[in-house]
């Protein structure tokens, strides 16, 4: 049996894709276009495991994928492809349109054209698991209910605008076409591999080199962050036993301001990797101006998911972060060469600029 995982070299489908080889005995296609987050260095104790197949390419190029479900006849397809930095979508929106809403309407027509070409069999047991984000559903205020399935999508940035736009085609392909389709909106994701432009691992970064830890705004702005260990959990669950056509959010029960989270991680840091002049890591604290269209909170309510499918996170916020910071300062090789953009060059050698 072979499932197909689209972005699956970036942060969170490359942990999908280990925990998944750790665990189940099926082989992985890992298709992954490789822009600037996707990141082999992730996978490289997969390279001479015959069970992961890694194929550069772009999920809305339908004669790839079309290649790829015709050659390989996947049971399932889990999609992370998805410009993700809501920084970058203010500053370049239509990359995000063309990949999470384009590029995402060209995966399931290709997939609704392999599906309706299966046995019965296989088309019964066939899952498309669209992989989302609890910011489609907009802001919440301190007084506010955390986020549910039943929420109305109020996106407030470019890259959640184009990823509640991903979720409404996956859903119109099912209610349309019957394909069996399952979507996850999960909270902020925290852990090994992060690619270090994000929150947590720039914070971590920026720390250990004597630089300034940029605070937007005045830091409380609230996250829900998840473990992404906990969060290929929940997924590998909702593929398993999940009901067609259903959303299910998957948070991890940590609401934090980002000012506690960074005073966490510089606590954590201060034990772990004391500065040379003694001082905490806290002076390093620098405010800048917010970005536009910052939202102030975010929840998410994940009691669908624990009812009907028993899943809860294993880690609380204190256990999570202590396992991150510590293996960012075990593995400052593999951020060195992330920072310094050598992956590039080893992709571009090894691949060529084209996607092929």
């Given at each position: 049996m072979t499932i197909l995982v689209t972005g699956a070299a970036g942060f969170i489908g490359g942990n999908f894709v280990l925990d998944w080889l750790a665990a189940h005995d099926e082989t992985v296609v890992n298709l992954d276009k490789l822009t600037y987050a996707g990141n082999l260095d992730t996978l490289s104790s997969l390279a001479d495991n015959p069970r992961h197949i890694f194929v550069r390419g772009d999920i809305g190029d339908r004669e790839l994928v079309g290649r790829l479900l015709a050659t390989y006849q996947p049971r399932a397809?889990?999609?992370f492809a998805a410009e993700s930095h809501v920084d970058r979508s203010i500053h370049g929106p239509m990359d995000f349109i063309q990949t999470n809403v384009v590029g995402t309407c060209n995966l399931l027509e290709s997939t609704r054209e392999y599906w309706n070409g299966l046995a019965e069999a296989p088309k019964a047991a066939f899952r498309f698991l669209h992989v989302s984000t609890d910011e489609v559903y907009g802001s919440l205020?301190?007084?506010d209910e955390p986020f549910r399935e039943t929420n109305r999508y109020e996106p407030n940035s470019p890259y959640s605008a184009s990823k509640a736009a991903s979720d409404h085609?996956?859903?119109?392909?099912?209610?349309?076409?019957?394909?069996?389709?399952?979507?996850t909106n999960c909270s902020n994701n925290y852990g090994p591999y992060h690619f270090p432009e994000k929150l947590i691992p720039l914070v971590i970064l920026n720390a250990v080199k004597g630089k300034a830890l940029p605070i937007y705004g005045d830091g409380m702005q609230v996250r829900d962050w998840l473990y992404v260990k906990d969060h290929c959990s929940a997924i590998r669950r909702v593929l398993e036993a999940g009901r067609l056509g259903e959303t299910y959010n998957v948070g991890g029960w940590n609401e934090?301001?980002?000012?506690?989270v960074v005073?966490?991680?510089c606590a954590l840091l201060d034990e772990m990797r004391p500065r040379d002049d003694g001082k905490s890591y806290t002076d390093q604290i620098t405010?800048?101006?917010d970005r536009p269209g910052h939202d102030r909170r975010y929840a998410i309510d994940a009691t669908k998911i624990e009812k009907e499918l028993g899943w809860k996170p294993a880690e609380t916020f204190e256990?999570?972060?202590r396992k991150t910071v510590s293996w960012y300062l075990t593995h400052m090789a593999w951020v060195e060469n992330v920072v310094s953009g050598g992956y590039r060059a080893w992709v571009e050698k090894q691949y060529g600029s084209e996607v092929v």
């Open positions: 397809i889990v999609n205020t301190p007084a085609m996956v859903r119109a392909w099912h209610h349309t076409y019957g394909l069996p389709v399952l979507t934090k301001p980002n000012i506690e005073k966490t991680i405010y800048v101006t256990t999570g972060i």
